[in-house]
């Protein structure tokens, strides 16, 4: 989001604040000089600069942007109480995240009071959120961060509890949700180049509204209007304005994005697109030549899902077209870093497994269980990522409905890394077992004896730990 302060309204062609307060001889030209300097030395916004040296006050600064910004100043502190449902016409984390706070309704008219007015692109977002025309009032920035405090923590506090839980991984930078240095490379360039369609495919909770979000708060600097539509909103950026869709259905997810096309922002997310119609809104948006994040359920891989796009997405040429980069993701467990332990394997085996590496035998890892990991052996989840970046033979092939094979060939050249590339230095590393290396890559474990009596082994540890008998271990053997 932009920063929020005094002198945002200079980009909307309006009179610099320095300027507007000689004018009203308010200021002397050799004060606005001193501050001016200051400025350039400081992050700080120039009306703040010019309160802090004394040369004027924040109630004359605020009353002057008001009038050009044709929203009256108002004094938060001294306004009446504000009623709940009207509070509530905002939700908090726009609220806090923008330094706004809803004062009045007037009619189909929400009064709200505003650090920033000049913002156009917000009170966008507002109307769009609360279905009413968005009038503004300009106020302290001071004033609206403590009454944002006293009007919201009072239902907040439940809210808030929840924030404390334990760190989840909508919390982490892109960098480390596990894409190869390579891959993050190739990823970091498409988001700066932030236009076109950025799709992330993979199973349901494979994780990847956590990669869209990561990518988002990547893209997070001043001036970027980024917004997010989302079926359910799982965690609050604070960068981003999100929506929340109220329906499930395409139109409710198409309409949403048509709304949002209206005031252009630089980046929009979509969570899970699905119909037509949410497609040819995509479309839309990637057409003007903005970024579009969006994230699609599904059980495809990349080449089944570029084979059969034109199939299920009918018509959807305008997103071909702007396609710049295809991911799929997987979440594998990752094995528990407190008491993972090496053993060996065959070189044999290990290259029958598809694994590239040289020598007699090699070092795998396992989690042995430990009280971290719940005796589990696994702490967590890394994802695993295939990057397609999409060239004009990819995309030619998409709009002649080619077959799989002439797609094969063709992503082979193009792919930052395969499946089969990212888990197996994973497995190398110790970072993920050879269980789910073969379950994710197709293979079944029963066709490698030596890793099957591995798994025995392991099996008859664990039960016999359990119960300090040997019994459990031979029901097992039974039953298996
Ligand atoms: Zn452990």
Known sequence: MRPLGWDNHVRYGQKKLGEMLLDASLIDEGQLKTALSKQQRSSKKLGEILVNLGYTNEELVLNLLGKQLNSPYIRIDKTEQIDNTIIHRIPENLAERNLILPVKLEDDTLWVAMSDPANQFLKKVLALLTGYHIKSYIASP????????????????????????????????????????????????????????????????????????????????????????????????????????SGTSDQDMSRMIDNVNQFNPNVLAVENIQGVESWNGIGRMAEKGNLVIGTINTDQDIVDFLADFLNKRTNHYSVIENLTLLAQ???????????????????????????????????????????????????????????????????????????????KKAIQKEMACSFNDILQEKLLKGQISTEDFLQVMGQDINQFKELKAVQIMDTFWTLFEKSGSINAYLEYRKKN
């Not at 992330?200 to 001043?222: C, D, H, M, V, W």
């Not at 870093?337 to 090496?342: E, Q």
């Open 329 to 407: 993701q997987k979440l594998v467990r990752a094995v528990c870093p407190y008491c993972r332990s090496p053993y060996k394997i065959t070189g044999k085996t290990a290259r029958k497994m598809g694994l590239s590496v040289k020598g007699a035998t090699i070092n795998i890892y396992k989690g042995k269980g430990c009280s971290v990991c719940n005796y589990t052996g696994y702490y967590g989840q890394t994802a695993c990522y295939e990057l397609l970046p999409v060239n004009n033979t990819i995309k030619d092939l998409m709009m002649q409905n080619a077959s799989k094979a002439k797609f």
């Open 142 to 245: 001071k004033e609206l961060k403590q009454a944002i405090a006293r009007y919201y923590s009072r239902e907040g506090r439940f809210e808030k509890a929840a924030d404390n839980a334990p760190l989840h991984s909508y919390f982490l930078p892109l960098k480390q949700l596990g894409l190869t240095p390579r891959q993050l490379q190739v990823f970091d360039k498409y988001l700066e180049i932030q236009k076109g369609c950025l799709l992330i495919i993979g199973l349901e909770n494979s994780g990847k509204k956590t990669t869209a979000y990561a990518s988002l708060r990547q893209l997070n600097f001043p001036d970027n209007d980024i917004v997010s539509i989302e079926r359910k909103m799982d965690y609050k950026l604070e960068c981003v304005n999100q929506l929340e869709i």
